[in-house]
C-alpha cells in the first residue's frame, strides 16, 4: 500500500468546485489520485452512478494523475485492492470534523497501513456542498462558480 497513491472516496452527486479545488491540491501531492465514487445503495441520488463518473472524467481530464472509479464495500477493502495508502478527504468547517474524526478512526482500526489525510480547500467552498447545489438547481437558483459548466448543464437538463 502506497503513500503515493491516494484514494479520494465520496458520493460526488454532484461534482462540485469545491471537490475539484481538493483533487487539484492532492494531484501536486500524490503520484496518483484514485477519485472513487461511492455506490450507496441506500441513497436516494440525483445523478446515476455512471452519470456522477462521467462528469467527474471530464472535469479531471487535465489531470492525467487523476483517476476516476467506482467502489462498494469496505473503502479499506478497496484500498488494499488498489495498493493505495492514503485516504484523502476535505475538512470544510468544524462541523464536518466530527463524523471524519469517526470515520477515519474506524479506517484505522480496520486497516492500521491506512493513513487518512485531511486537505482544506479555498475558502470560497468552505461552505460548498453538493447538497446545497441540488437544492439550488432544484429551486433554479445559479450556480456559477460553485460547479463547472458541464456539471451546470446536466442539473439543469436533470431537473427540468
Ligand atoms: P458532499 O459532502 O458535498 O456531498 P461528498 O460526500 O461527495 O460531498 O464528499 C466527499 C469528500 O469531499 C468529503 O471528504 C467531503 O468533506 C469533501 N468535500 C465536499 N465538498 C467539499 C468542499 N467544498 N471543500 C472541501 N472538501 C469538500
Redesign the pocket.
Same mark, same amino acid.
Given at each position: 500500500m502506497k503513500t503515493s497513491v491516494a484514494i #479520494?472516496?465520496?458520493?460526488? $452527486?454532484p461534482v462540485?468546485?469545491?471537490?475539484l $479545488? =481538493?483533487i487539484e491540491r492532492g494531484e501536486k501531492m500524490f503520484d496518483l489520485v484514485i477519485v472513487a465514487v461511492l455506490q450507496n445503495v441506500d441513497k436516494q441520488p440525483l445523478f446515476t452512478v455512471p452519470e456522477r463518473v462521467e462528469m467527474l472524467r471530464e472535469v479531471t481530464k487535465q489531470w492525467p494523475a487523476v483517476e476516476v472509479d467506482v467502489f462498494k464495500g469496505l473503502l479499506v477493502d478497496y484500498a488494499r485492492k488498489r495498493g493505495a495508502g492514503v485516504i484523502l478527504?476535505?475538512?470544510?468547517a468544524v462541523s $464536518?470534523y466530527e463524523y471524519?474524526l469517526q470515520m477515519a478512526l474506524m479506517n484505522r482500526k480496520l486497516e492500521p497501513r491506512l493513513e487518512t489525510v485531511f486537505? =482544506?480547500?479555498g475558502e470560497p #467552498?468552505?461552505? =460548498?456542498?453538493?447538497?446545497l447545489?441540488r437544492e439550488i438547481a432544484q429551486l433554479g437558483g445559479p450556480l456559477t462558480d460553485l460547479v463547472p459548466a458541464v456539471v451546470e448543464q446536466k442539473l439543469r437538463a436533470k431537473i427540468a
Open positions: #479520494y472516496p465520496g458520493s460526488f $452527486d462540485t468546485n469545491g471537490h $479545488d =481538493l478527504r476535505g475538512i470544510r $464536518d471524519e486537505m =482544506l480547500p #467552498y468552505s461552505y =460548498l456542498s453538493a447538497k447545489v
